[in-house]
């Protein structure tokens, strides 16, 4: 099946300093790739969505100059964390879909992202 | 918002036991799916239910969907400790349209 990676699993990091993490398709080209956070006990919430070549959208609240997504390829998206903070602290889970249609999204692992 | 709210937030039930947790949406949907998410780590999709569906079984999984009163139900029989976890249910409206996950239920099975 479709499997997805994440890169870092987990990381901890100084406040103000900038974070990556990398999202790859392992088997199968995504056209398209979703970013989502995930605090404690919570359920998950997109932070943006990303096509290959073209610029994310993100969602509402969500300050597009602080996490920077970048989708060069097919196969990777990667999240940039800019000089994160505390309350960034969160589980970040990234996923891809094979095609156009938007349910059918296949999960990587997730990076656990604390701010000390 | 069409963040769908599941109840209860958590269940703790003896291994062998049924498990049924429920999900409540807002608007119409094109599909509702299942995930289940295991402490910190990625989800795992269960099962896709579409909007002219009533029920769907997979293995000792069965989901069913009321699209009048907009809400989903997902029973795990027969209940291992393997399957202590989260449940998520997730709607869309189709298309290029966004995947909305509700609030979750944590499912504890007690061997």
């Known amino acids: 099946g479709a499997v997805v990676s994440q890169h870092p699993s987990w990381v901890i990091c100084k406040s103000g300093t900038s974070v990556k993490i990398e999202c790859r398709s392992l088997d199968f080209q995504a056209t398209t790739m979703f970013w989502y956070r995930q605090f404690p006990k919570q359920s998950l919430m997109l932070m943006a969505t990303?096509?290959?070549?073209?610029?994310?959208?993100?969602e509402q609240g969500v300050e597009k100059d602080k996490f920077l997504i970048n989708h060069a390829s097919l196969t990777l998206s990667t999240l940039t964390v800019t000089s994160a903070h505390p309350e960034d602290s969160s589980f970040y889970i990234c996923?891809?879909?094979?095609?156009?249609?938007?349910?059918?999204?296949?999960f990587g692992p997730g990076t656990r992202l604390t701010v000390l | 918002s069409q963040q769908g709210e599941e109840d209860p937030q958590a269940l703790s039930i003896q291994e062998g036991e049924n498990a049924t947790m429920n999900c409540s949406y807002k608007t119409s949907i094109n599909n509702l799916q299942w995930y289940r998410q295991n402490s910190g780590r990625g989800l795992v999709h269960l099962i896709l239910i579409r909007s002219n569906e009533r029920e769907k079984h997979s293995g000792r999984l069965r989901v069913t969907l009321d699209t009048s009163k907009k809400s989903s139900s997902l029973l795990i029989t027969a209940s291992r400790a393997a399957d202590t976890a989260s449940y998520f249910c997730?709607?869309?409206?189709?298309?290029?349209?966004?995947?909305?996950f509700g609030t979750g239920t944590k499912l504890q099975v007690i061997p």
């Open positions: 997730a709607t869309d409206a189709g298309g290029y349209q966004k995947v909305t």
């Open positions: 996923s891809a879909t094979t095609h156009g249609s938007y349910n059918e999204q296949f």
């Open positions: 990303s096509n290959e070549g073209s610029k994310a959208t993100y």
